[in-house]
Protein backbone atom coordinates (compact mmCIF):
# COMPACT_ATOMS: atom_id res chain seq x y z
CA UNK A 1 0.00 0.00 0.00
CA UNK A 2 0.65 3.66 -0.48
CA UNK A 3 2.36 5.14 2.59
CA UNK A 4 0.63 9.15 3.30
CA UNK A 5 1.51 11.48 5.44
CA UNK A 6 -0.05 14.20 6.94
CA UNK A 7 1.35 18.09 7.81
CA UNK A 8 -0.72 20.45 9.10
CA UNK A 9 -0.99 22.66 12.38
CA UNK A 10 -4.72 22.57 12.64
CA UNK A 11 -5.93 18.69 14.35
CA UNK A 12 -9.45 18.77 13.20
CA UNK A 13 -7.53 19.11 9.27
CA UNK A 14 -5.62 16.18 10.12
CA UNK A 15 -8.48 14.13 12.04
CA UNK A 16 -10.62 14.88 9.15
CA UNK A 17 -8.49 13.68 6.44
CA UNK A 18 -7.73 10.88 8.27
CA UNK A 19 -11.00 9.68 8.78
CA UNK A 20 -13.49 11.29 5.98
CA UNK A 21 -11.15 9.64 2.66
CA UNK A 22 -11.32 5.76 2.38
CA UNK A 23 -7.39 5.58 1.93
CA UNK A 24 -8.28 1.72 0.87
CA UNK A 25 -10.23 2.35 -1.97
CA UNK A 26 -6.73 3.99 -3.63
CA UNK A 27 -4.24 1.35 -1.88
CA UNK A 28 -2.85 3.59 0.63
CA UNK A 29 -2.63 4.16 4.32
CA UNK A 30 -1.77 6.84 6.66
CA UNK A 31 1.41 6.38 7.97
CA UNK A 32 1.57 9.60 10.10
CA UNK A 33 0.80 12.92 10.83
CA UNK A 34 2.74 16.23 12.01
CA UNK A 35 1.88 19.73 13.43
CA UNK A 36 4.66 21.54 12.33
CA UNK A 37 7.14 21.85 9.41
CA UNK A 38 9.58 20.36 10.96
CA UNK A 39 8.36 17.43 12.54
CA UNK A 40 7.10 17.34 9.62
CA UNK A 41 10.34 17.11 7.50
CA UNK A 42 11.96 14.69 10.37
CA UNK A 43 8.95 12.50 9.69
CA UNK A 44 9.35 12.23 6.13
CA UNK A 45 13.15 11.44 6.44
CA UNK A 46 12.00 8.65 8.62
CA UNK A 47 8.50 7.48 7.64
CA UNK A 48 9.41 7.60 3.70
CA UNK A 49 6.07 8.24 2.75
CA UNK A 50 4.79 7.55 -1.06
CA UNK A 51 2.01 10.50 -0.53
CA UNK A 52 2.05 13.53 1.44
CA UNK A 53 -0.89 16.39 2.33
CA UNK A 54 0.40 19.56 3.64
CA UNK A 55 -0.05 23.33 4.54
CA UNK A 56 2.45 25.68 3.49
CA UNK A 57 1.41 27.95 6.46
CA UNK A 58 2.99 26.74 9.49
CA UNK A 59 4.67 28.22 12.34
CA UNK A 60 8.40 28.04 12.29
CA UNK A 61 8.42 26.77 8.25
CA UNK A 62 9.08 28.18 4.87
CA UNK A 63 6.53 26.61 2.76
CA UNK A 64 8.30 27.09 -0.34
CA UNK A 65 11.61 25.70 1.04
CA UNK A 66 9.91 22.32 2.32
CA UNK A 67 8.67 21.72 -0.86
CA UNK A 68 12.03 22.43 -2.60
CA UNK A 69 13.79 20.11 0.11
CA UNK A 70 10.80 17.35 -0.41
CA UNK A 71 11.09 17.43 -4.35
CA UNK A 72 15.18 17.39 -4.26
CA UNK A 73 15.72 15.15 -1.61
CA UNK A 74 12.54 12.59 -1.97
CA UNK A 75 11.85 13.07 -6.22
CA UNK A 76 9.47 10.07 -6.19
CA UNK A 77 7.69 11.40 -3.37
CA UNK A 78 4.20 12.98 -4.52
CA UNK A 79 3.08 16.19 -2.53
CA UNK A 80 -0.51 17.82 -2.56
CA UNK A 81 -0.49 21.22 -0.88
CA UNK A 82 -3.74 21.95 1.14
CA UNK A 83 -3.41 25.77 2.35
CA UNK A 84 -6.19 28.68 2.92
CA UNK A 85 -3.09 31.15 1.62
CA UNK A 86 -4.70 32.44 -1.42
CA UNK A 87 -1.97 33.66 -3.40
CA UNK A 88 -1.80 32.94 -7.35
CA UNK A 89 1.86 33.70 -7.86
CA UNK A 90 3.19 31.21 -4.79
CA UNK A 91 1.10 28.17 -6.25
CA UNK A 92 2.99 28.61 -9.09
CA UNK A 93 6.21 28.87 -7.53
CA UNK A 94 5.38 25.74 -5.58
CA UNK A 95 3.64 23.49 -8.84
CA UNK A 96 7.57 24.45 -10.70
CA UNK A 97 8.99 23.21 -7.20
CA UNK A 98 7.59 19.51 -7.78
CA UNK A 99 3.76 20.18 -6.37
CA UNK A 100 1.49 18.11 -8.08
CA UNK A 101 -1.89 19.74 -6.55
CA UNK A 102 -2.43 22.82 -4.98
CA UNK A 103 -5.58 23.02 -3.21
CA UNK A 104 -7.19 25.46 -1.36
CA UNK A 105 -9.10 25.39 1.97
CA UNK A 106 -11.96 24.27 2.39
CA UNK A 107 -11.39 21.52 -0.41
CA UNK A 108 -14.35 18.96 -0.98
CA UNK A 109 -14.24 15.47 -1.11
CA UNK A 110 -14.42 15.41 -4.99
CA UNK A 111 -11.00 17.58 -5.04
CA UNK A 112 -9.23 15.58 -2.80
CA UNK A 113 -10.34 12.01 -4.44
CA UNK A 114 -8.93 13.83 -7.61
CA UNK A 115 -6.01 14.96 -6.06
CA UNK A 116 -4.98 11.33 -4.51
CA UNK A 117 -6.07 9.76 -7.96
CA UNK A 118 -3.94 11.67 -10.00
CA UNK A 119 -0.72 10.82 -7.33
CA UNK A 120 -1.26 7.58 -7.14
CA UNK A 121 -1.59 7.41 -11.20
CA UNK A 122 1.90 9.19 -11.12
CA UNK A 123 3.73 6.85 -8.52
CA UNK A 124 2.50 3.77 -10.58
CA UNK A 125 4.52 5.65 -13.92
CA UNK A 126 7.36 5.81 -11.74
CA UNK A 127 7.06 2.38 -10.88
CA UNK A 128 6.06 2.23 -7.62
CA UNK A 129 3.81 -0.10 -6.24
CA UNK A 130 3.70 0.09 -2.59
CA UNK A 131 6.02 -2.03 -1.53
CA UNK A 132 8.39 -1.37 0.91
CA UNK A 133 11.56 -2.77 -1.56
CA UNK A 134 10.34 -0.75 -5.16
CA UNK A 135 11.86 2.33 -4.68
CA UNK A 136 13.93 3.55 -7.15
CA UNK A 137 16.23 5.70 -5.08
CA UNK A 138 18.86 8.18 -6.67
CA UNK A 139 18.19 6.80 -9.73
CA UNK A 140 15.44 8.85 -10.48
CA UNK A 141 16.91 11.84 -8.76
CA UNK A 142 17.00 13.77 -12.37
CA UNK A 143 13.13 14.51 -12.73
CA UNK A 144 11.39 17.37 -14.07
CA UNK A 145 11.41 19.55 -11.44
CA UNK A 146 14.58 18.14 -9.42
CA UNK A 147 16.57 20.96 -11.39
CA UNK A 148 14.44 23.89 -10.21
CA UNK A 149 13.95 22.45 -6.45
CA UNK A 150 18.09 22.30 -5.87
CA UNK A 151 18.51 25.77 -7.65
CA UNK A 152 16.19 27.17 -5.03
CA UNK A 153 18.16 25.62 -1.99
CA UNK A 154 21.37 26.52 -3.40
CA UNK A 155 20.13 29.79 -3.68
CA UNK A 156 18.51 30.27 -0.31
CA UNK A 157 21.68 28.48 1.36
CA UNK A 158 23.98 30.66 -0.70
CA UNK A 159 21.69 33.73 0.63
CA UNK A 160 22.32 32.86 4.94
CA UNK A 161 25.75 31.96 4.26
CA UNK A 162 26.06 35.40 2.91
CA UNK A 163 23.50 36.94 5.54
CA UNK A 164 25.78 34.95 8.82
CA UNK A 165 29.11 34.30 7.37
CA UNK A 166 30.40 36.45 10.54
CA UNK A 167 28.95 34.12 12.69
CA UNK A 168 30.45 30.41 13.70
CA UNK A 169 28.40 29.32 10.58
CA UNK A 170 28.51 25.24 9.89
CA UNK A 171 27.11 23.44 7.30
CA UNK A 172 24.38 21.77 9.21
CA UNK A 173 22.93 25.10 10.17
CA UNK A 174 22.73 25.73 6.77
CA UNK A 175 20.75 22.54 6.06
CA UNK A 176 18.42 22.85 8.61
CA UNK A 177 17.35 26.29 7.77
CA UNK A 178 17.03 24.58 4.16
CA UNK A 179 15.47 21.79 5.23
CA UNK A 180 17.71 19.21 3.69
CA UNK A 181 20.20 16.69 4.94
CA UNK A 182 24.06 17.98 5.61
CA UNK A 183 24.58 14.95 3.17
CA UNK A 184 22.17 16.36 0.36
CA UNK A 185 23.36 20.02 1.12
CA UNK A 186 27.04 19.22 0.52
CA UNK A 187 25.99 17.64 -3.02
CA UNK A 188 24.04 20.40 -4.18
CA UNK A 189 26.38 22.64 -3.47
CA UNK A 190 29.61 20.44 -5.26
CA UNK A 191 27.02 20.22 -8.00
CA UNK A 192 25.78 23.63 -8.52
CA UNK A 193 29.07 26.30 -8.01
CA UNK A 194 32.05 23.48 -7.83
CA UNK A 195 33.10 23.90 -4.63
CA UNK A 196 32.65 22.78 -1.24
CA UNK A 197 30.93 24.09 1.72
CA UNK A 198 33.88 25.57 3.33
CA UNK A 199 35.08 27.13 0.14
CA UNK A 200 32.56 28.64 -0.38
CA UNK A 201 32.28 30.39 3.27
CA UNK A 202 35.96 31.25 3.27
CA UNK A 203 35.38 32.87 -0.54
CA UNK A 204 32.29 35.03 0.72
CA UNK A 205 34.50 36.03 3.97
CA UNK A 206 37.63 36.60 2.43
CA UNK A 207 35.70 38.70 -0.38
CA UNK A 208 34.53 41.40 2.81
CA UNK A 209 37.52 41.25 3.93
CA UNK A 210 39.17 42.73 0.81
CA UNK A 211 36.86 45.84 1.62
CA UNK A 212 38.00 45.97 5.35
CA UNK A 213 41.60 46.14 4.39
CA UNK A 214 40.68 49.46 2.77
CA UNK A 215 40.77 50.75 6.06
CA UNK A 216 43.82 51.45 7.46
CA UNK A 217 42.76 52.01 11.03
CA UNK A 218 41.47 48.64 11.47
CA UNK A 219 44.53 46.19 12.01
CA UNK A 220 44.66 42.09 10.35
CA UNK A 221 43.50 41.05 13.58
CA UNK A 222 40.42 43.30 13.61
CA UNK A 223 39.75 42.27 9.77
CA UNK A 224 39.99 38.97 10.38
CA UNK A 225 37.43 38.75 13.66
CA UNK A 226 35.14 40.75 11.74
CA UNK A 227 34.66 38.33 8.63
CA UNK A 228 34.19 35.15 11.51
CA UNK A 229 37.36 34.08 11.54
CA UNK A 230 38.60 32.37 14.99
CA UNK A 231 41.92 32.20 14.57
CA UNK A 232 44.32 35.08 12.74
CA UNK A 233 46.94 32.12 11.69
CA UNK A 234 43.52 30.49 9.45
CA UNK A 235 42.97 33.61 8.12
CA UNK A 236 46.42 34.62 7.18
CA UNK A 237 46.55 30.99 5.19
CA UNK A 238 43.24 31.04 3.50
CA UNK A 239 43.28 35.05 2.35
CA UNK A 240 47.06 33.89 0.94
CA UNK A 241 45.68 31.21 -1.08
CA UNK A 242 42.71 32.64 -2.92
CA UNK A 243 44.40 36.00 -3.12
CA UNK A 244 47.72 34.91 -3.96
CA UNK A 245 49.12 37.30 -1.62
CA UNK A 246 49.33 38.22 1.78
CA UNK A 247 46.36 40.01 3.76
CA UNK A 248 49.02 42.67 4.11
CA UNK A 249 50.43 42.80 0.65
CA UNK A 250 47.33 43.43 -0.31
CA UNK A 251 46.35 46.04 2.03
CA UNK A 252 49.78 48.14 0.82
CA UNK A 253 48.91 47.41 -3.00
CA UNK A 254 45.12 48.77 -2.56
CA UNK A 255 46.22 51.89 -0.23
CA UNK A 256 49.25 52.36 -2.27
CA UNK A 257 47.24 52.99 -5.57
Known amino acids: MYKVMLV ?8 GLSRSISWEKWNCRVVAAANDGLEGKTLIEEKRPDIVFMDICM ?16 PDM ?10 FEYAKEAIRLGVTRFLLKPSNMEELEEAIGVMCKNLKKKGITGEEDDRQGEAS ?9 SSFIVKNALRYI ?5 QKLTLGE ?6 VSQWHLSKLLNRHTGQSFSDILNHVR ?28 HFSRVFKKQEGVSANEYRNRVLGR
Open 8 to 15: DDEPIIVE
Open 78 to 87: EVCVLTGYRD
Open 174 to 179: VAEKTY
Open 206 to 233: IEHAKELLKDPSLRIGDVSERVGFLDLA
Open 162 to 166: EENYT
Open 141 to 149: AEREHESAS
Open 59 to 74: PEMDGLSMIAAINSEF
